[in-house]
């Protein structure tokens, strides 16, 4: 059996990164890429083999430049599994939000997303076979306060790839979307403010949150299982909230109303 190409987005901080670390010691071939080329290679040469690892800089944000940049990648790698992981969260209301930041997250969160997975979608055609992965969000799944470009940006995500999986049944191509709950990383850290700087802290909510390790584990075993979606996180946010807004839904929106953004 031949040893499995996994190209991760996002790969420089987080879940990428922790990703990346997991796959490496697994001996999987990889390809990582974010916007930072020597953040990028620092985590390279850390790797057990890092020969068998590809650093591709890429900005999701940069949609006429990426193109040429992807069909580079594709010429020269049999990629088996795209683990859509880059992207970037927001803190600020409606109310106060410049247009620009609910742009920004849908040029990079959705967009960004859309562009890479569709070159590569003629890839996994081509090769008979693939996996999407697409780290997405409980947002994705319920609208929360604060987080609205965020929240629609990642429902943006659950109707493509939705579709694109069932347009794929049978073509040996599979869809996986996992939705974190509240996981420990710097998300938070780089999550655009109303005028779309960085929040530059740490919420209460992320930090108090599930350990990134615990998190990696259930996420890869449901990439190995190609579930088609998991949601992974405390039972506050993946089970209960869920839950109540699938059967109850006039009960969660007077409870959504009082939910905290930190």
Not at 78 to 94: F, P, W
Not at 187 to 203: R, V, Y
Request: with cysteine; glycine share 8%.
């Amino acid at each position: 059996m031949s040893v499995k190409t996994i190209w991760v987005t996002g790969a420089s901080s987080g879940i990428g990164e922790a990703m990346v670390k997991h796959y490496a010691k697994q001996g999987v071939k990889l390809i990582i890429s974010s916007r930072r080329k020597e953040v990028l290679n620092k985590l390279k040469s850390e790797l057990p083999q890092p020969e068998n690892v590809t650093v591709v800089p890429l900005d999701l944000e940069d949609h006429s430049g990426m193109t040429e940049e992807i069909n580079a990648v594709l010429s020269n790698h049999k990629v088996d599994i795209l683990i859509n992981n880059a992207g970037i969260s927001q803190r600020s209301q409606v109310v106060d939000s410049d247009f620009k930041v609910f742009k920004r997250l849908v040029d990079i969160n959705y967009l960004g997303t859309v562009q890479i997975s569709q070159l590569v979608l003629k890839h996994f055609l081509k090769h008979k076979g693939g996996q999407f992965v697409v780290i997405s969000s409980v947002a994705g799944k319920i609208g929360v306060p604060g987080r609205a470009g965020y929240s629609g940006s990642k429902f943006a995500l659950h109707g493509y790839f939705d579709a694109l999986r069932a347009e794929m049944h049978g073509n040996n191509i599979d869809v996986t979307m996992i939705c974190p709950g509240y996981i420990q990383t710097n998300i938070s850290f780089n999550a655009l403010t109303k005028d779309g700087s960085p929040q530059n802290s740490m919420d209460e909510l992320t930090n108090n949150g599930m350990a990134l390790p615990a998190f990696i584990k259930k996420a890869v075993k449901a990439i190995d299982s190609k579930k088609p979606e998991v949601l992974i996180g405390g039972f506050r946010e993946t089970k209960m909230a869920i839950w109540v807004s699938k059967f109850f839904p006039s009960l969660f929106r007077k409870m959504i109303v009082k939910a905290q953004t930190t």
